[in-house]
């Protein structure tokens, strides 16, 4: 009986972060727009969106290989699992243990290959720059992320997400130099990741800027459908991994009962939409970056955590 | 069992001598590969019997009188053979079909089973006699074989910077066993083990293996010979060479550091891992420059080899403080990727292979599109790609996270030096990780995908069946290993027990074949778990989404934002795609610049691009080097062309110098 309402509140969590991740991406794109004196569209529309595009046959490019047609599942699938790895309402969920941070990592990592790849393959040249920029980005925000979850593993003595959490919440962890380090990294490597303003526009098609959207570019109907999904997704993933780190306050633990899962659920629910709103916020404030100043935004981070792992490993109480 | 392994070398003789019979009959390749690939089938069989079994030893009346030669089997032996045995194996299957391509058998034939024998015997030596022989063996027999193509450019000079590397490796080696051995000549293993030199020789002979070892091995700043020899040697001797014989200089690193040594101090650790971080980066760095598959392949093998050792230097750094957990956990990490890295470079050794025979070209700008021509080879590439690019969940990835976790477990450490390297090179391997990421996506996305750039890449056609079966195998082989890391880990206990004194926690007995590396609060990864939530979501998605939603599709011209360009050659390159990384990181690392020179408005000259590269290492210190010996010779020249009065005086003069010194010294 308790594995199955494990397996129930387990499944209850994929499918949580599945149904919410449109929605936190309708309430960006809506701050957004309030703050440009814009009504903007519905708090719904990327549901609609979704909708539609699924409902519109692929329109593929005819010299497209079999890679372009399976990469947009495997994105989507890599990236679903990849968040419902991340604790959200409760930690210490049935299938948590099967990857760590560092597994989180790659996970998004196979899918950014296979995105790259993708964009590669019919051979156009916004596919080619979007790849270019993409894999470039990458090489700074990835050893980066791996640095960031070095400072937190090295603080909570684990790379598991849960035992991070539960950590945070009830060990005296108190305010560390390290942690507010990889706090900030973290914060541009969710910008970096994400292809949000001041790195990439997600709302942009001027072709000089892009670089997520040059490499989706030749997509179209259900196979857009799933890329969106995975962005809307990955949104979702970082902004509930810096809440489940640095704000673990409101997390159930996986026995709890269903009143400390609607505590946890609620508390989630408040954490993401903070998350939503200071993101546009913080997009509306800042103008894109050129390209080739990108480096110093994203090698920042990578520099930052890395003062905060070589701070843990001198000094314990860092 | 040892002596299959000694049947195994007679065996892989006599094919020798086979091969320089046959090498012009049709049925000589299938002789003598096929004869290699049982002959390697069963020493995989034997090195994993050797793991779990005794150690065996034997003594034969051969080689130098009243010494004779020494052999011994035990697990770490057992372990390379087994390396060793996979890797043979794949290649001599893939040579099975790639030979029918080899203008000049004759020049391959012979010494591909011969190269085989030398790093079997290095495996088994348990003296120095027997371990120089077969070293240099190895070295010799390869060198032949990267001489295979001698006329065509630029392979000679490769031929020479092998030749003249693998004798300095040689060297060093040789003043490494006149270290240990010690005035009273105790060549045999044993003897060694039993001298425990001073802590002056011990550190001699650890510098002297680490060059002799690392340079055979492709550690920075003696890598020079790999991508140069890499891409001249024939494809599947590539392969051995890359996958298999740097595996062996590690193994001969290991045997001497960790085994007759006994370890290393703590500052002899922090170079260790110092050279492995500096070997990672900068080999991944000219990886994404290069845009010859081959030479690309091969600096990436430089760039596997610094995890390796960042991996051993964490091992050597935990034991030399005595905790010997940590260091079973980094060294069998080491092992692990070790393993790996014979599996995914021999894999994309053999696919860069059949496309150099399908294109007669293995230069990426030139390729292209090979996806649909080359289905098989493509997948099994991809494969390839996606495991040396550490993603779930290939193996790869499974090494590299038992790294990262070895990194993370920061004991006290008293030494300062270690306390700032430790953390320095988990930053160094997640940055190579990444760069190597955007290396393969270059690598695969440039050569195999987009529209093909060339008549040739247009007209290729699918490999051999045996090369399909080599490359498939492997292909599957590293996903295997990559979703039941528990076994190759378990597979090591033994190993690491005898090298470092502890092992790694039984995997295999974990629920759900989780791989926990120390407990389960502190990191598990079930890769077997993932690959099917991964797989069932991605399945049922589209499942879903084909019901529900629209399963129609329609092909049409590319849209590329309405300015489809018609031309080919307008596609992204290698060069354009890693334009950006040079940029961030190659100014660095390479100094390297574009310069632009654009003509006036009005000015009918054509506008330059002019882009180049100082490679630190050939540039700032091979090439003073050699232009210092040759300088030298120039000067020394007039030697040559002296009276027999003069060479009689010059005789005469060394004679009194050392009787003088000899009398200065008593």
Redesign the interface.
């Known amino acids: 009986m308790a594995v199955i309402a494990q397996f129930l509140v387990q499944g209850a969590q994929m499918l949580l972060v599945l149904a919410l991740a449109p929605l936190l991406t309708g309430l960006v794109r809506k701050v957004k727009a309030r703050l440009q004196r814009r009504i903007g569209p519905p708090l719904l529309q990327p549901y609609r969106d979704l909708r539609r595009l699924m409902a519109k046959d692929v329109v593929l490019a005819e010299n497209a290989s079999w890679l372009f047609r399976v990469a947009p599942y495997v994105i989507f699938a890599s990236t679903w699992v990849a968040a419902a790895l991340i604790p959200t309402f409760a930690a210490g969920l049935m299938f948590s243990w099967s990857g760590d941070l560092i597994v989180i990592a790659g996970l998004l990592g196979s899918a950014r290959f296979v995105q790259a790849l993708a964009a590669l393959d019919v051979g156009t040249s916004f596919g080619g720059i979007g790849a270019s920029r993409e894999v470039m980005i990458a090489s700074l925000a990835e050893p980066a992320m791996i640095l960031i979850v070095f400072s937190v593993a090295l603080i909570a003595g684990s790379t598991q997400l849960s035992v991070v959490a539960e950590h945070m919440l009830n060990a005296q962890v108190g305010l560390r130099v390290s942690l507010a380090l990889a706090l900030v990294a973290l914060v541009i490597v969710a910008m970096a990741e994400n292809a949000r303003i001041p790195v990439d526009n997600p709302a942009t098609h001027l072709e000089l800027t892009m670089v997520h959207e040059a490499m989706v570019l030749e997509y179209s109907g259900r196979h857009l459908a799933m890329i969106e999904l995975g962005v809307a997704l990955k949104l979702l993933l970082y902004i509930s991994m810096i809440a489940c780190i640095f704000f673990p306050m409101g997390l159930a633990d996986s026995g709890a009962g269903p009143l400390a899962f609607l505590i946890g659920a609620a508390s989630y629910a408040v954490k993401l939409t903070a998350g939503g709103v200071m993101l546009g916020i913080f997009e509306m404030s800042i103008a894109k970056m050129r390209v080739f100043r990108l480096p110093n935004f994203v090698g920042a981070a990578l520099m930052l955590s890395l003062l905060g792992v070589l701070l843990l490993f001198v000094s314990r109480g860092m | 069992m040892m002596s299959l392994v000694l049947i195994c070398i007679i065996a892989l003789c006599l094919l020798a001598v086979l091969g320089a019979a046959l090498a012009h009959a049709p049925a000589g390749r299938f002789v003598v590969y096929g004869g290699c690939v049982l002959v390697s089938v069963v020493s995989f069989v034997t090195g994993l019997a050797a793991i779990s079994g005794p150690l065996v030893r034997m003594a034969l009346p051969l080689g130098i009188p009243w010494i004779g030669v020494h052999f011994r089997l035990d697990v770490l032996s057992g372990f390379f053979l087994l390396l060793l045995g996979i890797g043979a194996a794949g290649a001599s299957l893939f040579a099975i079909g790639y030979g029918a391509h080899e203008e000049e058998p004759q020049r391959v034939l012979p010494f591909y089973p011969l190269f085989l024998a030398g790093m079997h015997m290095v495996l088994i030596a348990d003296d120095a006699f027997v371990f120089l022989f077969s070293w240099e063996l190895m070295s010799l027999a390869s060198w032949a074989l990267v001489l295979a193509r001698h006329r065509k450019a630029g392979n000679a000079q490769a031929g020479f910077v092998y030749l003249v590397m693998a004798v300095f490796s040689g060297l060093a080696m040789l003043l490494a066993f006149g270290m240990l051995a010690g005035p009273d000549g105790g060549y045999a293993f044993d003897a060694m083990r039993m001298a425990h030199p001073g802590a002056g020789v011990a550190a001699l002979v650890f510098a002297l293996v680490l060059i002799g070892a690392g340079s055979k091995a492709g550690l920075v700043p003696l890598h020079v010979w790999l991508p140069l020899a890499h891409p001249a040697a024939p494809s599947h001797v590539s392969a051995l060479m890359s996958g298999v014989m740097t595996k062996i200089a590690l193994y001969g690193f290991i045997r001497l550091v960790f085994d007759i040594l006994g370890g290393a101090p703590w500052w002899a650790a922090a170079i260790v891992l110092a050279l492995g971080g500096i070997t990672a980066v900068l080999g991944v760095l000219h990886a994404l420059m290069e845009h010859d598959l081959k030479r690309l392949l091969a600096y990436s093998t430089v760039e596997n080899i610094g995890i390796v050792f960042v991996g051993l230097g964490l091992a050597l750094a935990f034991r030399a403080n005595g905790f010997a957990a940590g260091a079973a956990l980094a060294f069998t990490a080491a092992l692990f990727h070790a393993l790996n890295h014979t599996l995914f470079k021999s894999l994309l050794f053999f696919c860069t292979g059949a496309v150099l025979n399908a294109t007669g070209t293995s230069d990426m700008e030139r390729l292209?599109?090979l996806?649909?021509r080359m289905p098989v080879t493509s997948a099994a590439m991809?494969a390839g790609c996606?495991a040396i690019?550490?993603?779930?969940p290939m193996n790869g990835?499974a090494s590299e996270?038992l790294t990262?976790?070895a990194?993370?477990l920061?004991p006290e450490l008293p030494q300062w030096g270690l306390?700032?390297m430790?953390?320095?090179d988990?930053?160094l391997l997640?940055?190579a990780?990444?760069?190597a990421?955007?290396c393969?996506?270059?690598a695969?996305?440039?050569a195999f995908?987009?529209?093909s750039r060339s008549a040739a890449a247009t007209d290729a056609r699918e490999a051999d069946r045996w090369s399909i079966g080599a490359m498939a195998g492997f292909g599957a082989l590293c996903l295997l290993t990559g979703l039941f890391p528990g076994v190759v880990i378990d597979l090591l206990g033994p190993v690491s027990q005898t090298m470092v004194g502890a092992r790694m926690p039984h995997q295999m007995s974990d629920p759900?074949l989780?791989t926990v590396p120390v407990e389960?609060?502190?990191?598990?990864?079930?890769a077997l778990?993932?690959f099917a939530?991964?797989?069932a979501?991605?399945?049922l998605?589209?499942v879903i989404?084909?019901r529900?939603?629209?399963s129609?599709?329609?092909?049409?011209?590319?849209?590329?934002?309405g300015f489809?360009?018609p031309s080919?050659m307008?596609?992204?390159t290698g060069a354009?795609?890693?334009?950006?990384?040079k940029?961030?990181?190659g100014e660095l690392a390479f100094w390297a610049r574009d310069e632009v020179d654009m003509p006036a408005p009005g000015e009918m000259r054509a506008a330059r691009l002019t882009s180049s590269r100082y490679d630190p290492i050939w540039d700032g210190v091979y090439a003073p080097i050699g232009f210092l010996i040759g300088a030298a010779a120039n000067v020394l020249n007039v030697l040559q062309f002296l009276t027999i009065r003069r060479y009689l005086g010059f005789v005469f003069v060394a004679l009194i110098v050392l009787l003088v010194l000899l009398a200065l010294w008593q």
């Open positions: 292209g599109g996806i649909k991809l996606a690019s550490a993603l779930p990835f996270w990262f976790q990194v993370l920061r306390k700032l430790i953390p320095v988990g930053a997640a940055l990780a990444a760069l990421a955007a393969f996506v270059r695969f996305g440039i995908l987009g529209r759900w989780t389960a609060s502190r990191s598990s990864y079930n778990l993932l939530f991964v797989g979501s991605g399945w998605a589209a989404v084909k529900f939603g629209s129609g599709l329609r092909r049409s011209p590319a849209w590329d934002c489809p360009d080919p307008t596609q992204y354009s795609l890693s334009q950006p990384i940029r961030v990181y």
